[in-house]
Structures are given as structure tokens and as C-alpha cells.
């Protein structure tokens, strides 16, 4: 059985983002909507709601642009500019 990952290709993996678009807003519902819940819960709910949901949409995004977030490339790009800080350092 294959193994179920988080990150992949450099994006959240599709049933991620499905997941937190979904959670975040089950969350605002529930946070507006259901009167028995204690106001400070509700409010949590709420403004913890929108920024869930807004991950995964903006993951979503990322990945129809083509874009990965969470690659590694940066370590590339770090390393190809210590190559020139040492030679820089001889000059």
C-alpha cells in the first residue's frame, strides 16, 4: 500500500488542500451559525476558519500556476552563491 504524503512535487498533496478548504469552512459555519456554542469558541472558530481555508485555496492556486512553495530549490540558489562569495573572496 502506498504511502500517503503531504508534500508533493514541491505542493500540498491534493487531498490536503481539499481537506483544509473543507475544514476551514465547516469552521466558519459552525462558528456563525451554531448559537449553543460558548462566544469565545465561536469567535475562535471563526477567525481560526478563514486562514485555514485560505491555505489550502492559495495551495490550490500554486498548483494550478505551477508553482511549488515548498521545494527545495532555494538550497540550489544558496549554494550557487557561496561559489561566488569565494571568488569574490580572491579577487
Known amino acids: 500500500m502506498g504511502r500517503m504524503r503531504l508534500i508533493v512535487e514541491g505542493n500540498i498533496a491534493e487531498w490536503a488542500r481539499m481537506s483544509l478548504i473543507v475544514a476551514g469552512v465547516v469552521m466558519l459555519i459552525c462558528g456563525l451559525?451554531?448559537?449553543f456554542l460558548p462566544r469565545f469558541i465561536a469567535v475562535v472558530?471563526?477567525?481560526l476558519g478563514l486562514p485555514v481555508a485560505?491555505?489550502?485555496?492559495?495551495a490550490s492556486r500554486a498548483q494550478a500556476l505551477g508553482?511549488?512553495?515548498?521545494?527545495n530549490s532555494y538550497e540550489k540558489a544558496r549554494k550557487s552563491y557561496e561559489a561566488s562569495d569565494v571568488e569574490?573572496?580572491?579577487?
Open 45 to 47: 472558530l471563526v477567525v
Open 67 to 71: 508553482l511549488r512553495p515548498f521545494d
Open 88 to 91: 569574490q573572496d580572491k579577487l
Open 33 to 35: 451559525s451554531l448559537d
Open 54 to 58: 485560505a491555505v489550502g485555496g492559495y
